[in-house]
């Protein structure tokens, strides 16, 4: 983003972050009205536009100037602009809140990916699943998808994972703080985490936590793990994402329409607190932020049905309308956050429901397609290590480039509910 140095400009700034909270489409109110109490805005969708334009303009802490007023877009700008006027750094532009998060206090050491074994083509799930011969290619844009073979599982293709990106940063189990595990198909006990951390042969005194979300696991595993490094309670943390749909979503358990979506694998990330000395370059995390769209929770749930068999509602239609429109949000809200214009990015690291959408979110987004990992073309959905297994590969391919050539990594995904939430990640 350019420097803002003109009333008019920061108004502007008010009004961007107002539509992104509100919907391009919601009609403007009135400037002294109660964004609150009219509806323009329920107090979650205050907070998020406080937080965004805090971000987008460097002020600290704006929501404590406003406590005692009225939370209307007039008293806002007013607080916006006596901020500003009052700050030594305010012709630094927006982006100069976020200098410090290129000093990130973790930081990604390495990672690794591992993919069920077994490539199946879409058009032999498509029997499998009574639908006809090609609809997974030509309605989904599915190729093909990995599906674990007999001696693999969640813990087996996590494992893998891990062990990939503990020798890539030539790092012993032993020197890990925490295991934090996601999956959204593995529902024994012991849990993922407490079963990876007995096979990789952890110390003792390494927690073990499992994080829920589905397809959103793998960004709130990153943001729990950055508290733990910021906090100063860890200073090495193993990130482990593992998916095995292909024994869960399987024919005459699910319809073939949702349960042939979805393919099998993992990806694992090394985190390390921040030091002085490093040696290769790293991406450090930037910020991480959430939400709960619940107006679009009925358009996919699933539960045990009595039978045995998977009640799976699922309305591609609605679905795919609600991903886009979110998945499109969270990108524009990112990049107002973090100042990082999307067009100089090294990648995005997106939740991929099926590669038609991608294509579809890379048109919202005013991008090439090749900014987007290619997972769900040749893997099916991996639930919640698409992203995990997407931004692998975004990191892969920068490892090839000089470091003062990289760009900064976005990273969004959904859950059920319609939960969502998002980040960057910055060379460091």
Known sequence: ???????????????????????SEAPLPDSSLDLIETGALDSMGWVSFLRALESASGVSDLGALLREQTPSLENTFLALKNARSGSPSSG?????????LTQSSAIIASSGAALGSRKIPSEEVDRAFGMPAGKLRLRAGIESLAYAAEDENELTLGARAAQRALRAAACGPQELDWIIATTET????????????????ARETCGALDVGGACLGFVNALAVAQGL????????????????????????????????????????????AKNGTRPRPAYGLGEFFFGCAGQYAGAIRVADAPNGNIDAHFDGEALSRAAITRLEKVVGDIELRSGIARSSLQ?????????????????????????????????G????????????????????LPADKWGAIFTASLGP????????????
Not at 92 to 100: I, L, R, V
Not at 186 to 201: E, G, I, V
Not at 237 to 259: C, L, N
Request: charged share 15%; with cysteine.
């Open 1 to 23: 983003m350019a420097p803002i140095t003109d009333e008019n400009g920061w108004l502007r700034l008010v009004l961007e972050c107002f539509r992104r909270e509100a919907g």
């Open 92 to 100: 630094a532009g927006p982006s100069s809140k976020h200098q410090p």
């Open 186 to 201: 593995h529902r024994s006990y012991p849990s993922l985490a407490a079963q990876l951390h007995s096979q990789l042969l």
């Open 229 to 272: 490094i910021a906090s100063g309670h860890a200073r090495t943390i193993a990130i482990i994402t593992s998916d095995v749909h292909s024994r869960t979503f399987k024919p005459g358990r699910v319809a073939g329409e949702f349960g042939g979506l979805f393919g099998d694998g993992a990806s694992a990330f090394l985190l390390r």
């Open 347 to 379: 990648g995005l690291a997106t939740h991929q429901p099926n590669p038609r959408l991608v294509t579809l979110l890379a048109k919202q987004c005013g991008l090439p397609l090749e900014k987007f990992p290619v997972v769900a073309r040749h893997f």
């Open 381 to 400: 959905n991996l639930g919640s290590s698409t992203c995990g297994v997407a931004l692998d590969a975004i990191l892969e391919s920068a490892s090839s």
């Open 417 to 428: 509910g319609l939960l969502f939430g998002g980040g960057w990640l910055v060379p460091a």
